[in-house]
Protein backbone atom coordinates (compact mmCIF):
# COMPACT_ATOMS: atom_id res chain seq x y z
CA UNK A 1 0.00 0.00 0.00
CA UNK A 2 2.50 2.29 -1.25
CA UNK A 3 -0.34 4.72 -2.26
CA UNK A 4 -2.16 5.44 1.17
CA UNK A 5 -4.85 3.63 -0.16
CA UNK A 6 -6.02 0.79 1.28
CA UNK A 7 -6.95 -1.60 -1.52
CA UNK A 8 -8.64 -4.84 0.83
CA UNK A 9 -12.32 -5.73 -0.14
CA UNK A 10 -14.84 -8.13 0.83
CA UNK A 11 -15.88 -10.47 -1.87
CA UNK A 12 -19.06 -12.01 -0.48
CA UNK A 13 -16.52 -13.62 3.47
CA UNK A 14 -13.50 -14.10 1.20
CA UNK A 15 -11.31 -11.21 2.57
CA UNK A 16 -8.59 -9.75 -0.22
CA UNK A 17 -5.96 -7.64 0.57
CA UNK A 18 -6.62 -5.69 -2.69
CA UNK A 19 -9.47 -6.20 -5.50
CA UNK A 20 -7.12 -8.53 -7.83
CA UNK A 21 -8.27 -12.25 -8.54
CA UNK A 22 -7.56 -14.59 -11.51
CA UNK A 23 -9.97 -15.43 -14.04
CA UNK A 24 -10.28 -19.24 -13.74
CA UNK A 25 -8.28 -21.94 -16.39
CA UNK A 26 -5.93 -18.81 -17.44
CA UNK A 27 -3.83 -18.86 -14.50
CA UNK A 28 -3.26 -22.68 -13.92
CA UNK A 29 -3.27 -23.09 -10.27
CA UNK A 30 -0.94 -20.42 -9.03
CA UNK A 31 2.30 -22.15 -9.05
CA UNK A 32 3.37 -21.74 -12.85
CA UNK A 33 3.67 -18.30 -12.58
CA UNK A 34 5.93 -18.33 -8.85
CA UNK A 35 8.73 -17.60 -12.49
CA UNK A 36 7.24 -14.51 -12.81
CA UNK A 37 6.42 -12.56 -9.65
CA UNK A 38 5.46 -13.92 -5.78
CA UNK A 39 2.19 -14.87 -6.10
CA UNK A 40 1.21 -14.79 -2.81
CA UNK A 41 2.34 -11.80 -1.89
CA UNK A 42 0.81 -10.19 -4.67
CA UNK A 43 -2.61 -11.03 -5.27
CA UNK A 44 -6.02 -10.48 -3.28
CA UNK A 45 -6.71 -14.14 -4.56
CA UNK A 46 -6.63 -16.46 -7.07
CA UNK A 47 -9.53 -19.05 -8.66
CA UNK A 48 -8.02 -22.13 -9.72
CA UNK A 49 -8.81 -24.41 -12.65
CA UNK A 50 -12.38 -25.84 -12.62
CA UNK A 51 -12.29 -29.24 -10.59
CA UNK A 52 -15.06 -31.86 -10.91
CA UNK A 53 -15.51 -34.71 -8.51
CA UNK A 54 -13.49 -37.00 -10.84
CA UNK A 55 -11.20 -36.47 -13.57
CA UNK A 56 -12.03 -34.70 -17.10
CA UNK A 57 -10.20 -35.27 -19.91
CA UNK A 58 -11.40 -32.51 -21.68
CA UNK A 59 -11.98 -31.86 -25.76
CA UNK A 60 -9.79 -32.78 -28.25
CA UNK A 61 -7.40 -30.66 -30.07
CA UNK A 62 -7.19 -27.89 -31.23
CA UNK A 63 -8.81 -25.93 -28.35
CA UNK A 64 -7.28 -22.16 -29.22
CA UNK A 65 -7.35 -20.59 -32.29
CA UNK A 66 -5.83 -16.03 -32.03
CA UNK A 67 -8.83 -14.20 -33.64
CA UNK A 68 -6.60 -11.27 -35.02
CA UNK A 69 -9.19 -8.86 -33.49
CA UNK A 70 -7.78 -8.37 -29.57
CA UNK A 71 -9.23 -11.89 -28.83
CA UNK A 72 -9.12 -15.61 -28.80
CA UNK A 73 -11.22 -18.30 -28.67
CA UNK A 74 -10.88 -21.51 -26.47
CA UNK A 75 -12.32 -24.78 -25.92
CA UNK A 76 -10.82 -26.85 -23.12
CA UNK A 77 -13.56 -28.11 -21.68
CA UNK A 78 -12.90 -28.33 -17.96
CA UNK A 79 -9.79 -30.87 -18.40
CA UNK A 80 -8.85 -31.35 -15.02
CA UNK A 81 -7.49 -34.29 -12.21
CA UNK A 82 -10.42 -34.45 -10.46
CA UNK A 83 -10.68 -33.46 -6.73
CA UNK A 84 -8.60 -35.86 -5.31
CA UNK A 85 -5.48 -35.65 -8.08
CA UNK A 86 -6.16 -31.53 -7.36
CA UNK A 87 -5.78 -31.45 -3.33
CA UNK A 88 -2.79 -34.10 -3.94
CA UNK A 89 -0.96 -32.00 -6.63
CA UNK A 90 -1.56 -28.32 -5.36
CA UNK A 91 -2.93 -28.75 -2.18
CA UNK A 92 0.18 -27.85 -0.58
CA UNK A 93 1.29 -25.59 -2.86
CA UNK A 94 -1.85 -23.61 -2.17
CA UNK A 95 -1.88 -24.00 1.46
CA UNK A 96 0.46 -22.03 1.36
CA UNK A 97 -0.71 -19.40 -0.89
CA UNK A 98 -3.45 -18.66 2.10
CA UNK A 99 -0.57 -18.18 4.67
CA UNK A 100 1.16 -15.72 2.51
CA UNK A 101 -2.31 -13.70 2.26
CA UNK A 102 -3.82 -14.41 -0.81
CA UNK A 103 -7.04 -16.02 -0.44
CA UNK A 104 -7.49 -19.41 -2.78
CA UNK A 105 -10.71 -19.96 -4.36
CA UNK A 106 -11.62 -23.38 -5.77
CA UNK A 107 -13.83 -24.14 -9.20
CA UNK A 108 -16.46 -26.55 -8.96
CA UNK A 109 -17.72 -28.24 -12.33
CA UNK A 110 -19.91 -30.63 -12.78
CA UNK A 111 -22.39 -32.04 -15.50
CA UNK A 112 -25.28 -32.25 -12.98
CA UNK A 113 -26.78 -30.98 -9.81
CA UNK A 114 -25.13 -34.47 -8.39
CA UNK A 115 -21.71 -34.50 -9.54
CA UNK A 116 -21.89 -30.78 -8.54
CA UNK A 117 -22.76 -31.98 -5.02
CA UNK A 118 -20.50 -34.64 -5.38
CA UNK A 119 -17.56 -31.95 -6.05
CA UNK A 120 -18.68 -30.04 -3.24
CA UNK A 121 -18.40 -32.58 -0.93
CA UNK A 122 -15.20 -33.70 -1.67
CA UNK A 123 -13.82 -30.16 -1.57
CA UNK A 124 -15.50 -29.59 1.56
CA UNK A 125 -13.34 -32.79 3.30
CA UNK A 126 -10.41 -32.72 1.68
CA UNK A 127 -9.33 -28.75 1.04
CA UNK A 128 -9.02 -27.04 3.97
CA UNK A 129 -6.95 -24.10 2.22
CA UNK A 130 -9.60 -23.11 0.14
CA UNK A 131 -11.14 -19.81 0.83
CA UNK A 132 -14.37 -19.92 -0.93
CA UNK A 133 -15.89 -21.50 -3.66
CA UNK A 134 -16.54 -20.21 -7.05
CA UNK A 135 -19.41 -22.59 -9.00
CA UNK A 136 -19.50 -22.93 -12.59
CA UNK A 137 -21.99 -22.74 -14.28
CA UNK A 138 -20.78 -21.12 -17.30
CA UNK A 139 -18.95 -23.08 -19.21
CA UNK A 140 -19.08 -22.90 -22.82
CA UNK A 141 -17.31 -25.60 -23.61
CA UNK A 142 -18.84 -29.04 -22.82
CA UNK A 143 -21.19 -31.07 -23.78
CA UNK A 144 -23.52 -31.54 -21.01
CA UNK A 145 -23.75 -29.59 -17.26
CA UNK A 146 -21.33 -26.02 -18.00
CA UNK A 147 -23.63 -22.68 -19.25
CA UNK A 148 -26.56 -24.93 -19.51
CA UNK A 149 -26.64 -25.67 -15.69
CA UNK A 150 -27.00 -21.54 -15.75
CA UNK A 151 -29.27 -21.00 -18.62
CA UNK A 152 -32.20 -19.75 -17.06
CA UNK A 153 -32.52 -18.23 -13.49
CA UNK A 154 -34.47 -21.32 -12.17
CA UNK A 155 -31.52 -23.73 -13.15
CA UNK A 156 -29.04 -21.88 -11.76
CA UNK A 157 -30.65 -21.06 -9.01
CA UNK A 158 -31.18 -25.12 -8.59
CA UNK A 159 -27.14 -25.28 -8.67
CA UNK A 160 -26.87 -22.84 -5.84
CA UNK A 161 -29.45 -24.67 -3.93
CA UNK A 162 -27.77 -28.02 -4.66
CA UNK A 163 -24.15 -26.89 -3.55
CA UNK A 164 -25.67 -24.24 -1.04
CA UNK A 165 -26.62 -26.42 2.38
CA UNK A 166 -23.14 -28.68 1.42
CA UNK A 167 -20.58 -26.13 2.53
CA UNK A 168 -20.23 -22.60 4.97
CA UNK A 169 -17.49 -21.34 3.04
CA UNK A 170 -18.36 -18.31 0.78
CA UNK A 171 -20.00 -19.42 -2.47
CA UNK A 172 -19.36 -16.78 -5.88
CA UNK A 173 -21.42 -18.37 -8.89
CA UNK A 174 -19.49 -18.37 -12.50
CA UNK A 175 -22.20 -16.00 -14.90
CA UNK A 176 -22.68 -16.64 -18.43
CA UNK A 177 -22.74 -13.54 -20.23
CA UNK A 178 -26.52 -13.10 -20.54
CA UNK A 179 -29.77 -12.23 -18.87
CA UNK A 180 -26.96 -11.03 -15.96
CA UNK A 181 -29.73 -8.90 -13.63
CA UNK A 182 -31.86 -11.84 -13.90
CA UNK A 183 -30.00 -14.91 -13.22
CA UNK A 184 -28.05 -12.51 -10.50
CA UNK A 185 -31.15 -11.85 -8.71
CA UNK A 186 -32.28 -15.70 -8.63
CA UNK A 187 -28.88 -16.81 -7.24
CA UNK A 188 -28.54 -14.14 -4.81
CA UNK A 189 -32.03 -15.68 -3.34
CA UNK A 190 -30.77 -19.15 -3.69
CA UNK A 191 -27.86 -17.97 -1.16
CA UNK A 192 -25.27 -16.79 -3.14
CA UNK A 193 -22.44 -14.98 -1.43
CA UNK A 194 -21.05 -13.52 -4.66
CA UNK A 195 -21.22 -13.41 -8.29
CA UNK A 196 -18.12 -13.44 -10.97
CA UNK A 197 -19.07 -12.59 -14.54
CA UNK A 198 -18.94 -13.08 -17.65
CA UNK A 199 -17.50 -16.02 -18.37
CA UNK A 200 -15.97 -16.07 -21.97
CA UNK A 201 -18.88 -15.24 -24.96
CA UNK A 202 -19.59 -17.94 -27.47
CA UNK A 203 -18.70 -17.76 -30.67
CA UNK A 204 -17.56 -19.31 -33.63
CA UNK A 205 -14.55 -19.07 -36.28
CA UNK A 206 -14.79 -21.01 -39.58
CA UNK A 207 -11.78 -21.92 -41.99
CA UNK A 208 -13.24 -20.94 -44.91
CA UNK A 209 -11.14 -23.37 -46.96
CA UNK A 210 -11.76 -25.97 -45.31
CA UNK A 211 -15.59 -25.27 -44.02
CA UNK A 212 -14.79 -26.62 -40.58
CA UNK A 213 -14.38 -25.15 -37.48
CA UNK A 214 -10.56 -23.64 -36.73
CA UNK A 215 -10.79 -25.39 -33.49
CA UNK A 216 -12.50 -28.73 -32.60
CA UNK A 217 -15.94 -28.13 -31.96
CA UNK A 218 -18.12 -25.78 -33.87
CA UNK A 219 -18.28 -22.91 -30.89
CA UNK A 220 -15.98 -22.00 -28.15
CA UNK A 221 -15.41 -19.06 -26.32
CA UNK A 222 -14.37 -15.49 -27.24
CA UNK A 223 -12.26 -13.74 -24.45
CA UNK A 224 -9.34 -11.12 -24.57
CA UNK A 225 -9.23 -7.01 -24.64
CA UNK A 226 -11.98 -7.60 -27.27
CA UNK A 227 -14.90 -8.65 -25.19
CA UNK A 228 -14.13 -5.47 -22.13
CA UNK A 229 -16.60 -3.33 -22.69
CA UNK A 230 -18.75 -6.32 -23.14
CA UNK A 231 -18.17 -7.55 -20.04
CA UNK A 232 -17.86 -3.83 -18.41
CA UNK A 233 -21.60 -3.57 -19.18
CA UNK A 234 -23.11 -6.31 -18.09
CA UNK A 235 -21.47 -6.28 -14.47
CA UNK A 236 -22.81 -2.58 -14.19
CA UNK A 237 -26.19 -4.04 -14.98
CA UNK A 238 -26.00 -7.33 -12.77
CA UNK A 239 -24.34 -4.78 -10.01
CA UNK A 240 -28.24 -2.87 -9.78
CA UNK A 241 -30.09 -6.13 -9.99
CA UNK A 242 -28.05 -7.96 -6.54
CA UNK A 243 -26.89 -6.14 -3.32
CA UNK A 244 -24.19 -9.23 -3.10
CA UNK A 245 -20.88 -8.32 -4.25
CA UNK A 246 -19.53 -8.98 -8.00
CA UNK A 247 -16.12 -10.06 -9.26
CA UNK A 248 -15.82 -8.19 -12.77
CA UNK A 249 -13.84 -10.43 -15.44
CA UNK A 250 -13.55 -9.62 -19.09
CA UNK A 251 -10.45 -8.25 -21.07
CA UNK A 252 -9.21 -6.82 -18.20
CA UNK A 253 -5.54 -5.90 -18.89
CA UNK A 254 -4.76 -3.05 -17.32
CA UNK A 255 -5.41 -0.71 -14.57
CA UNK A 256 -7.96 1.06 -16.43
CA UNK A 257 -9.52 -1.48 -17.40
CA UNK A 258 -9.90 -2.95 -13.57
CA UNK A 259 -11.07 0.55 -12.61
CA UNK A 260 -13.85 0.54 -15.08
CA UNK A 261 -15.06 -2.88 -13.73
CA UNK A 262 -14.86 -1.38 -10.03
CA UNK A 263 -16.83 2.09 -11.25
CA UNK A 264 -19.48 -0.04 -12.52
CA UNK A 265 -19.96 -2.38 -9.89
CA UNK A 266 -17.68 -4.60 -9.16
CA UNK A 267 -15.67 -5.03 -5.63
CA UNK A 268 -13.00 -7.78 -6.94
CA UNK A 269 -11.35 -8.00 -10.60
CA UNK A 270 -10.20 -11.15 -12.41
CA UNK A 271 -7.51 -11.19 -14.76
CA UNK A 272 -7.87 -13.75 -17.21
CA UNK A 273 -6.25 -13.67 -21.09
CA UNK A 274 -4.01 -11.15 -20.46
CA UNK A 275 -2.17 -14.03 -17.94
CA UNK A 276 -1.77 -15.92 -20.86
CA UNK A 277 0.24 -13.61 -23.00
CA UNK A 278 1.61 -11.35 -20.55
CA UNK A 279 2.45 -13.19 -17.69
CA UNK A 280 4.15 -10.53 -15.50
CA UNK A 281 0.95 -8.15 -15.77
CA UNK A 282 -0.94 -8.60 -12.45
CA UNK A 283 1.85 -6.46 -10.75
CA UNK A 284 1.56 -3.69 -13.13
CA UNK A 285 -2.20 -4.09 -13.53
CA UNK A 286 -2.07 -3.71 -9.10
CA UNK A 287 0.28 -0.98 -9.18
CA UNK A 288 -1.87 1.24 -11.77
CA UNK A 289 -5.04 0.39 -10.03
CA UNK A 290 -3.48 1.80 -6.97
CA UNK A 291 -2.44 4.88 -8.28
CA UNK A 292 -6.01 5.30 -10.39
CA UNK A 293 -7.56 4.98 -6.61
CA UNK A 294 -4.90 7.67 -5.26
CA UNK A 295 -5.44 9.78 -8.32
CA UNK A 296 -9.44 9.67 -7.68
CA UNK A 297 -8.08 11.51 -3.94
CA UNK A 298 -10.29 8.36 -2.17
CA UNK A 299 -8.94 6.69 0.92
CA UNK A 300 -10.47 3.22 0.49
CA UNK A 301 -10.80 1.65 -2.82
CA UNK A 302 -14.44 0.60 -1.35
CA UNK A 303 -15.54 4.33 -2.04
CA UNK A 304 -14.95 3.88 -5.73
CA UNK A 305 -17.24 0.47 -6.28
CA UNK A 306 -20.01 1.35 -8.24
CA UNK A 307 -19.39 5.16 -8.44
CA UNK A 308 -19.82 4.90 -11.81
CA UNK A 309 -22.02 8.41 -12.75
CA UNK A 310 -24.59 8.32 -15.29
CA UNK B 1 -5.03 -40.24 -17.75
CA UNK B 2 -4.51 -36.41 -18.84
CA UNK B 3 -4.37 -35.60 -14.74
CA UNK B 4 -1.50 -37.60 -14.42
CA UNK B 5 0.32 -35.92 -16.83
CA UNK B 6 -0.25 -32.30 -14.53
CA UNK B 7 2.57 -31.90 -12.40
CA UNK B 8 4.18 -28.68 -10.81
CA UNK B 9 6.73 -27.72 -13.71
CA UNK B 10 6.96 -24.57 -15.12
CA UNK B 11 8.24 -22.76 -11.99
CA UNK B 12 11.45 -22.17 -13.75
CA UNK B 13 9.67 -20.10 -16.53
CA UNK B 14 10.30 -16.18 -16.36
CA UNK B 15 10.48 -13.13 -18.15
CA UNK B 16 13.30 -11.85 -20.09
CA UNK B 17 14.12 -9.47 -22.60
CA UNK B 18 16.61 -9.50 -25.30
CA UNK B 19 17.48 -7.67 -28.10
CA UNK B 20 17.43 -8.46 -31.69
CA UNK B 21 21.28 -8.79 -33.68
CA UNK B 22 20.11 -10.13 -36.82
CA UNK B 23 17.16 -11.26 -38.30
CA UNK B 24 17.76 -12.59 -42.03
CA UNK B 25 15.77 -14.08 -44.55
CA UNK B 26 17.87 -17.82 -45.88
CA UNK B 27 15.02 -19.39 -47.67
CA UNK B 28 11.88 -18.67 -49.53
CA UNK B 29 9.56 -17.21 -46.24
CA UNK B 30 12.37 -19.12 -44.08
CA UNK B 31 14.45 -16.31 -41.67
CA UNK B 32 17.49 -16.91 -39.49
CA UNK B 33 17.16 -15.16 -36.04
CA UNK B 34 20.29 -14.55 -33.88
CA UNK B 35 19.06 -12.68 -30.47
CA UNK B 36 20.86 -11.93 -27.06
CA UNK B 37 20.22 -11.28 -23.33
CA UNK B 38 22.00 -10.06 -20.61
CA UNK B 39 20.98 -13.09 -18.52
CA UNK B 40 21.38 -16.70 -19.31
CA UNK B 41 17.63 -18.64 -19.72
CA UNK B 42 19.50 -21.75 -18.79
CA UNK B 43 17.61 -23.57 -22.20
CA UNK B 44 18.26 -27.31 -22.94
CA UNK B 45 18.19 -28.57 -26.92
CA UNK B 46 14.55 -29.25 -27.58
CA UNK B 47 12.81 -26.84 -25.44
CA UNK B 48 11.55 -23.47 -27.10
CA UNK B 49 10.36 -19.72 -26.31
CA UNK B 50 7.50 -17.58 -26.06
CA UNK B 51 8.01 -14.57 -27.81
CA UNK B 52 6.41 -11.25 -27.61
CA UNK B 53 6.16 -9.95 -31.29
CA UNK B 54 5.85 -5.96 -30.94
CA UNK B 55 2.70 -5.47 -33.15
CA UNK B 56 -0.62 -3.22 -32.73
CA UNK B 57 -2.43 -5.36 -30.26
CA UNK B 58 -4.68 -6.93 -32.61
CA UNK B 59 -3.02 -10.75 -32.67
CA UNK B 60 -2.22 -10.81 -28.73
CA UNK B 61 -0.51 -14.69 -28.39
CA UNK B 62 3.22 -15.03 -28.35
CA UNK B 63 4.81 -17.27 -30.61
CA UNK B 64 6.39 -20.46 -29.05
CA UNK B 65 9.95 -20.80 -30.85
CA UNK B 66 12.47 -23.57 -30.51
CA UNK B 67 15.86 -23.03 -31.32
CA UNK B 68 18.81 -24.24 -33.31
CA UNK B 69 21.80 -23.63 -31.16
CA UNK B 70 22.21 -21.52 -27.90
CA UNK B 71 25.37 -20.55 -26.03
CA UNK B 72 24.17 -21.25 -22.52
CA UNK B 73 26.63 -19.01 -20.98
CA UNK B 74 25.80 -15.66 -22.95
CA UNK B 75 22.43 -16.80 -24.25
CA UNK B 76 23.27 -16.15 -27.79
CA UNK B 77 20.28 -18.17 -29.06
CA UNK B 78 19.81 -18.55 -33.08
CA UNK B 79 16.36 -19.58 -34.24
CA UNK B 80 15.48 -20.55 -37.70
CA UNK B 81 11.50 -19.69 -38.21
CA UNK B 82 9.05 -19.32 -41.26
CA UNK B 83 6.42 -16.84 -41.82
CA UNK B 84 3.74 -18.94 -41.77
CA UNK B 85 0.76 -15.64 -40.08
CA UNK B 86 0.88 -12.82 -38.45
CA UNK B 87 2.98 -13.27 -35.81
CA UNK B 88 5.79 -14.91 -37.23
CA UNK B 89 5.70 -11.96 -40.46
CA UNK B 90 5.65 -8.95 -37.94
CA UNK B 91 8.68 -11.25 -36.34
CA UNK B 92 10.77 -11.02 -39.69
CA UNK B 93 10.11 -7.44 -39.79
CA UNK B 94 12.14 -7.06 -36.27
CA UNK B 95 16.13 -5.50 -36.74
CA UNK B 96 19.13 -5.45 -35.11
CA UNK B 97 18.92 -3.52 -32.09
CA UNK B 98 15.12 -4.08 -31.69
CA UNK B 99 14.21 -5.41 -28.35
CA UNK B 100 10.87 -7.39 -26.66
CA UNK B 101 10.60 -10.10 -24.53
CA UNK B 102 10.40 -13.61 -24.82
CA UNK B 103 8.75 -16.68 -21.87
CA UNK B 104 11.13 -19.29 -20.97
CA UNK B 105 12.76 -21.91 -21.26
CA UNK B 106 9.65 -23.63 -21.79
CA UNK B 107 9.02 -27.12 -21.25
CA UNK B 108 10.67 -30.36 -21.97
CA UNK B 109 13.65 -30.71 -24.57
CA UNK B 110 15.20 -33.82 -25.72
CA UNK B 111 16.65 -36.59 -24.11
CA UNK B 112 20.40 -37.86 -24.26
CA UNK B 113 19.89 -41.13 -25.17
CA UNK B 114 22.66 -43.60 -23.24
CA UNK B 115 26.50 -43.18 -25.46
CA UNK B 116 25.83 -47.28 -24.98
CA UNK B 117 22.94 -46.96 -27.41
CA UNK B 118 24.96 -46.40 -30.03
CA UNK B 119 24.39 -44.58 -33.51
CA UNK B 120 21.19 -42.01 -33.58
CA UNK B 121 19.29 -40.50 -36.63
CA UNK B 122 17.74 -37.62 -36.58
CA UNK B 123 14.96 -36.74 -39.10
CA UNK B 124 13.60 -33.58 -39.71
CA UNK B 125 10.69 -32.00 -41.96
CA UNK B 126 10.90 -28.35 -43.11
CA UNK B 127 11.97 -26.47 -40.06
CA UNK B 128 11.22 -28.80 -37.75
CA UNK B 129 15.74 -28.85 -38.77
CA UNK B 130 16.04 -26.10 -36.40
CA UNK B 131 14.90 -28.17 -33.07
CA UNK B 132 17.00 -30.72 -35.18
CA UNK B 133 20.21 -29.04 -34.78
CA UNK B 134 19.75 -28.60 -31.35
CA UNK B 135 19.28 -31.94 -30.73
CA UNK B 136 22.54 -32.31 -32.89
CA UNK B 137 24.44 -30.23 -30.89
CA UNK B 138 23.74 -31.95 -27.96
CA UNK B 139 24.46 -35.68 -29.44
CA UNK B 140 28.13 -34.55 -30.72
CA UNK B 141 28.69 -32.77 -27.14
CA UNK B 142 28.33 -36.05 -25.71
CA UNK B 143 30.15 -37.48 -28.33
CA UNK B 144 26.90 -39.71 -30.19
CA UNK B 145 27.38 -40.75 -33.78
CA UNK B 146 24.69 -39.63 -35.80
CA UNK B 147 23.45 -39.34 -39.19
CA UNK B 148 20.17 -36.63 -40.24
CA UNK B 149 17.92 -36.88 -42.33
CA UNK B 150 16.25 -33.52 -43.67
CA UNK B 151 12.91 -33.45 -45.36
CA UNK B 152 12.06 -30.37 -47.46
CA UNK B 153 9.12 -29.25 -50.07
CA UNK B 154 11.13 -27.91 -52.25
CA UNK B 155 14.92 -26.24 -53.20
CA UNK B 156 14.15 -23.50 -52.32
CA UNK B 157 12.97 -23.72 -48.69
CA UNK B 158 16.04 -25.62 -47.88
CA UNK B 159 17.92 -23.22 -45.34
CA UNK B 160 21.54 -23.85 -46.74
CA UNK B 161 23.05 -22.25 -43.39
CA UNK B 162 21.39 -23.91 -41.19
CA UNK B 163 22.83 -27.58 -42.84
CA UNK B 164 26.28 -25.17 -42.80
CA UNK B 165 25.95 -24.93 -38.99
CA UNK B 166 25.07 -28.13 -38.63
CA UNK B 167 27.91 -29.58 -40.94
CA UNK B 168 31.02 -29.30 -37.99
CA UNK B 169 28.73 -31.42 -35.90
CA UNK B 170 28.84 -34.14 -37.31
CA UNK B 171 31.32 -37.18 -36.50
CA UNK B 172 34.11 -38.20 -39.32
CA UNK B 173 31.77 -40.97 -40.73
CA UNK B 174 27.90 -38.82 -40.34
CA UNK B 175 25.83 -38.23 -42.87
CA UNK B 176 23.20 -35.04 -43.60
CA UNK B 177 21.04 -36.31 -45.92
CA UNK B 178 18.35 -34.36 -47.65
CA UNK B 179 15.09 -35.66 -49.52
CA UNK B 180 12.90 -33.20 -51.21
CA UNK B 181 9.37 -33.74 -52.00
CA UNK B 182 9.40 -32.50 -55.66
CA UNK B 183 12.56 -33.37 -56.19
CA UNK B 184 14.37 -30.35 -56.84
CA UNK B 185 16.88 -31.61 -54.39
CA UNK B 186 18.77 -34.68 -53.32
CA UNK B 187 16.33 -37.69 -52.51
CA UNK B 188 12.98 -37.04 -54.66
CA UNK B 189 10.60 -38.03 -52.05
CA UNK B 190 9.24 -38.33 -48.74
CA UNK B 191 12.09 -38.41 -45.59
CA UNK B 192 9.95 -41.63 -44.78
CA UNK B 193 10.66 -43.05 -47.98
CA UNK B 194 14.71 -41.87 -47.63
CA UNK B 195 14.60 -43.26 -43.69
CA UNK B 196 13.41 -46.61 -44.98
CA UNK B 197 15.87 -46.98 -47.34
CA UNK B 198 18.66 -45.63 -45.00
CA UNK B 199 17.10 -48.30 -42.54
CA UNK B 200 18.26 -51.26 -44.92
CA UNK B 201 22.09 -49.88 -45.08
CA UNK B 202 22.70 -48.71 -41.68
CA UNK B 203 20.99 -49.91 -37.77
CA UNK B 204 20.04 -47.17 -35.40
CA UNK B 205 19.54 -47.35 -31.81
CA UNK B 206 17.49 -43.86 -31.71
CA UNK B 207 15.33 -42.06 -33.26
CA UNK B 208 14.70 -38.07 -33.24
CA UNK B 209 11.96 -36.50 -35.54
CA UNK B 210 10.93 -33.00 -35.42
CA UNK B 211 8.55 -31.70 -38.64
CA UNK B 212 4.97 -31.87 -39.84
CA UNK B 213 2.65 -34.36 -37.39
CA UNK B 214 2.24 -36.55 -40.73
CA UNK B 215 5.80 -37.05 -41.21
CA UNK B 216 6.52 -37.73 -37.30
CA UNK B 217 3.70 -40.38 -37.52
CA UNK B 218 5.17 -42.05 -40.42
CA UNK B 219 9.21 -42.01 -38.62
CA UNK B 220 7.20 -43.17 -35.30
CA UNK B 221 5.54 -46.22 -37.13
CA UNK B 222 9.30 -46.83 -38.71
CA UNK B 223 10.52 -47.09 -35.72
CA UNK B 224 7.73 -49.42 -33.87
CA UNK B 225 8.26 -51.68 -36.31
CA UNK B 226 11.99 -51.74 -36.28
CA UNK B 227 12.22 -51.59 -32.18
CA UNK B 228 14.00 -48.08 -32.62
CA UNK B 229 13.69 -45.73 -30.00
CA UNK B 230 11.81 -42.71 -30.76
CA UNK B 231 11.50 -39.14 -29.35
CA UNK B 232 8.83 -36.75 -31.53
CA UNK B 233 8.81 -32.89 -30.95
CA UNK B 234 5.18 -32.26 -31.00
CA UNK B 235 3.90 -28.45 -32.25
CA UNK B 236 0.63 -27.20 -31.42
CA UNK B 237 -1.40 -23.94 -30.68
CA UNK B 238 -0.26 -22.53 -27.64
CA UNK B 239 -2.19 -20.31 -25.02
CA UNK B 240 0.58 -19.23 -22.61
CA UNK B 241 3.63 -21.78 -23.33
CA UNK B 242 4.07 -22.88 -19.32
CA UNK B 243 0.87 -24.97 -18.63
CA UNK B 244 -1.46 -22.24 -17.37
CA UNK B 245 -4.00 -22.87 -19.88
CA UNK B 246 -4.48 -26.45 -21.25
CA UNK B 247 -5.02 -25.32 -24.55
CA UNK B 248 -1.84 -27.34 -25.84
CA UNK B 249 -2.90 -31.11 -25.75
CA UNK B 250 -1.62 -33.99 -27.39
CA UNK B 251 -3.40 -36.98 -27.09
CA UNK B 252 -2.10 -40.14 -25.40
CA UNK B 253 -2.18 -44.11 -26.15
CA UNK B 254 -2.56 -44.09 -22.22
CA UNK B 255 -5.88 -42.03 -22.61
CA UNK B 256 -6.56 -38.64 -22.04
CA UNK B 257 -4.25 -35.83 -23.08
CA UNK B 258 -1.00 -34.30 -22.18
CA UNK B 259 0.03 -30.33 -22.50
CA UNK B 260 2.00 -30.20 -24.92
CA UNK B 261 4.23 -26.59 -23.28
CA UNK B 262 4.63 -28.28 -19.63
CA UNK B 263 4.99 -32.29 -20.90
CA UNK B 264 6.83 -31.73 -23.70
CA UNK B 265 7.38 -30.64 -26.60
CA UNK B 266 9.02 -33.58 -26.85
CA UNK B 267 7.21 -36.93 -26.45
CA UNK B 268 7.99 -40.78 -26.48
CA UNK B 269 6.49 -41.58 -29.98
CA UNK B 270 4.87 -44.42 -27.78
CA UNK B 271 3.00 -42.46 -25.54
CA UNK B 272 1.03 -40.33 -28.88
CA UNK B 273 -2.14 -41.24 -29.85
CA UNK B 274 -1.44 -40.73 -33.59
New interface residues.
Partial sequence: MVSGVSMAVNLGGIKMRNPLNTAS????NG??????YDVGATLGAITC?GVAAE?W??????????L?????M?S?GL????VR?FVE??GT?LAGLRERGCQVICQIAGHSLDEYRAATELFEELAPFASGFEVNISCPNIAAGGAAMGATPAAAAEVMGAVRPLTSRPVIVKMAPHDVAEIGRALEAAGADALSLINTIPGMTIDVRTRRSRLARPTAGVS??AIHAIAVRMVWECAQAVRIPICGIGGVASGVDAAEMILAGATAVSVG?A??????CVPRILAELEQWAQEQGVSDINELIGAFEC | MSAERHDMAGAAVGSHDFVVISNEQVARDTYRLELSSHVSWGLMPGQFMNFEVPGDGSHILRIPLSFASCDLRSSHVVIYYVTVGEGTRRLSAMRHGDTSTVVGPCGKGWRLPEKEAGRCLLVSGGIGSAPIAAAAGMLAQAGISYDVIAGFQTAARIPQRLLDEMEPLLADDGRILISTDDGTQGFAGFTTQLMEQLLGEQSYDCVLTCGPEVMMRGVAALCAREGIACQVSMERMMGCGFGACSCCNVPLVAGGYALCCQDGPVFDATEVAW
Avoid: C, H, W
Fill in positions: GTFGVQFEGFKPVGNPAPRLAEGNSAINVMNPGGRYYGPTNLYDPT
